[in-house]
């Protein structure tokens, strides 16, 4: 009798740990699976900026560019809450969240429309915007870019 307790509790204490092992792999595979998700986005994001200052560049009539760049602000205000740029509660993720959404609401007001009809300006907006691509939480350029959008 004292054999089958021995044995019941070592089988049970081995089942444990195999169960905690495969739970903890589990969970460290999830860990990576959202590191990687989070990676997809932030890059998704930036790509996003970068669009919209290839938008604006192209040698297509204007509307097409102004509705090109609508619908990338469009993508960028949807992924701006995801982002790792927003993140806590700092200047620059304050920086990023206001212009991520600043950029649809931008662009959707068509009195902004003309803003191809001063290309110093528009010059500045898109060279705001690229630096952005590259760095999003850059002050300079987002402090830049918001005081160009209001």
């Known amino acids: 009798m004292k054999f089958s307790k021995k044995y019941f509790v070592s089988t049970l204490i081995a089942a ?7 739970t903890i792999w589990g969970l460290v595979k999830s860990k990576n699976n959202l590191e ?31 509705k090109l760049a609508l619908s990338h602000a469009s993508k960028v205000q949807i992924l701006v809450d995801s982002t790792s740029f ?35 300006e528009l010059e500045e907006f898109i060279k705001c915007v690229e630096a952005l691509s590259s760095n999003p939480s850059d002050s300079e350029s987002a402090k830049r870019l918001i005081s160009l959008m209001k």
Do not use: C
């Open 36 to 66: 990687l998700y989070q990676e997809r986005i932030d890059i998704d994001f930036q790509r996003s900026l970068r669009s919209i200052a290839t938008s604006l560049r192209q040698s297509t009539d204007w509307d097409t560019k102004y």
């Open 16 to 22: 444990l740990v195999v169960t905690n092992v495969l």
């Open 86 to 120: 927003t993140v806590g509660t700092t200047e620059e993720a304050k920086n990023v969240l206001s212009y991520g959404y600043m950029l649809e609401n931008y662009f959707q007001n068509y009195q902004h429309a003309t803003i191809d009809d001063n290309p110093q």
